[in-house]
């Protein structure tokens, strides 16, 4: 099969296409042909042997944790999939026996792998995964806006349901509304009628936050947001604030927050320290949430309401799987609203 792969860390140079064997299913496996797959801020991590990624390279590695593809085999355990079916992949891989996967927190499991950064994944035209990790997708997508769902909104989904537990009416701030969990959390706290506060580095990324539906939106590079979100919510500050920036936002994230606010944190783009006033954590009643993934019941939600056509994939830019990476590069630039994602030949 045709894929593209790594044999050493370092720079989107090391991104290599060519031929490798298709992989063998196991009898509780789906062998899917990929038609797209999207690409993360894991992949580029993954790929440089950075951030907590994994040091070992059994070679050859291929990425890929957002999957679109139909299904080309199924291992003979498996009587609820068929050849031909459309299908997206969750690609978090839990043992399934431990106190947190038993007790439906399987995002917690201690044996957490990610299809396309510890095992195979996207990023060729074949690839295999768990049956309890294949979604059929009834919903007529493109393959490319299916590829650009799975990680992101199953990501943001977990934050604002799971974890903030985001109310009808409540005010939540989305930090970077252009990322991948940005434009996916914003569709998120609409569904769920919230009022939504949107920041980006740009009015360009700024309106297409509009145009999915932010009722406010800060242009974080030209004003301070925290003095922003006073004004706009007569001082009182948000119910929620959602963020993956880290460093650079959080003093000031924690200063948006309304008495009883949650700040929930996915990722930390910016970086990973920050000063907490702790008295203010008791007067305001703050809570702080780290968030990871979601559970395999919460992919489940998404799926339903991806193929009631009520959550929709945000595609910034195709690429060929060959030039994944040129992809990796455009993500290194920054200037992406949305997803990248790779179509698969
Ligand atoms: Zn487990």
């Not at 370092?10 to 992989?23: C, N, Q, S």
């Not at 679109?68 to 003979?76: K, Q, T, Y």
Request: aromatic content about 6%; glycine content about 12%.
């Amino acid at each position: 099969m045709k894929a593209t792969y790594l044999k050493e860390f370092g720079g989107p140079e090391v991104l290599t296409y060519g031929d490798l064997p298709e992989p063998s299913i196991g009898p509780d496996d789906v062998l899917i042909r990929v038609h797209a797959t999207a690409l993360n801020h894991l992949d580029l991590f993954r790929r440089a042997g950075q951030r907590g990624t994994s040091t070992e390279l059994p070679e050859p590695v291929i990425l890929g944790c957002d999957i679109a593809g139909e299904v080309a085999e199924v291992g003979g355990e498996i009587t609820d999939l068929k050849t031909g079916d459309r299908v997206m992949v969750n690609p978090g891989i839990t043992c399934g026996r431990c106190e947190h996967c038993v007790s439906g927190r399987d995002n917690m499991c201690r044996r957490y792998t990610m299809i396309g950064a510890m095992v195979n994944g996207g990023y060729a035209q074949y690839v295999k995964a768990p049956r309890v990790n294949v979604h059929v997708l009834t919903a007529a997508l493109s393959w490319e806006e299916a590829a650009a769902i799975p990680l992101t909104f199953l990501t943001a989904w977990h934050m604002l349901t799971g974890l903030a537990k985001l109310r009808p009416g409540e005010t939540v701030l989305i930090q970077a509304v252009g990322s991948g969990v940005g434009s996916a959390a914003l569709q998120i706290a609409k569904l769920i009628g919230a009022k939504t506060i949107v920041t980006a580095s740009s009015d360009e990324k700024l309106l297409k936050g509009k145009a999915l539906g932010a009722d406010e939106t800060i242009n974080y590079s030209e004003v301070d947001f925290a003095e922003r979100i006073k004004e706009l919510t007569g001082g009182q500050g948000v119910a929620v604030v959602l963020d993956h920036i880290g460093e650079a936002t959080f003093e000031k994230n924690i200063a948006s927050l309304a008495r009883g606010g949650r700040y929930v944190n996915c990722g930390v783009t910016s970086g990973h320290k920050g000063q907490l006033h702790i008295g203010q954590l008791f007067t305001k009643q703050i809570q702080l949430f780290g968030s990871y993934m979601g559970t395999k019941q919460e992919m489940l939600e998404v799926m339903r309401l991806v193929n009631q056509g009520k959550l929709h994939g945000v595609v910034d830019k195709l690429f060929p799987l060959e030039s994944a990476a040129d992809a990796h590069r455009a993500m290194e630039d920054r200037n992406v609203f949305g997803k990248l994602v790779l179509q698969v030949p």
